[in-house]
């Protein structure tokens, strides 16, 4: 069982944004001679996110911020103090991990499929984490 655990920093530069970060994913499981196995891809933050989502055409990630935004705005009603409600709303939808199966070692994904960090309180530096476990 091999099990690795990379650390990566992305930065952000608007309040809502998507970074495609399939390709350090697939880098990370190449370093790690995973051939069959597990890619966990993680963020601590609660104002971020990450997603599997298309990759072939730019409006989809700028059409989900949109969504995302008429989901929840920001509202002078929120009483959180840091001005951020509408961050942590966004981020509690789309999620804080997901999980990929890795085969013949890549990532199993579709073909219109990549990984994306999701920033919705930017512009950061950010920090996400891939956990790969395996054989």
């Known amino acids: 069982m091999i099990t690795k655990l ?8 608007t309040r809502n944004e998507w970074l495609n970060i399939t390709d ?6 190449a370093s790690s001679g995973v051939k069959e196995g597990l890619c966990v891809l993680f963020t601590p933050h609660t104002t971020a996110a990450v997603t599997i989502n298309e990759n072939a055409d730019p409006d989809v990630p700028r ?4 969504a995302l935004n ?3 705005p920001d509202m002078p009603a929120f009483k959180h ?3 951020n409600s509408d961050a942590h709303v ?4 789309v999620g804080p991990s997901i999980t990929i199966i890795v085969t013949e ?15 919705f309180d930017g512009p950061r530096t950010r920090k ?3 956990r790969v476990i395996g054989e």
């Open 128 to 130: 996400f984490f891939v």
């Open 6 to 13: 990379y650390s990566f920093s992305v930065q952000t530069k």
């Open 63 to 66: 059409d989900a911020i949109m």
């Open 90 to 93: 966004k981020t509690a939808l």
């Open 70 to 72: 008429s989901i929840s």
């Open 105 to 119: 070692g890549r990532l199993l994904l579709g073909v219109w499929q990549g990984l994306w960090f999701t920033e």
């Open 24 to 29: 350090k994913a697939a880098g990370a499981i």
């Open 81 to 83: 103090s840091e001005g």
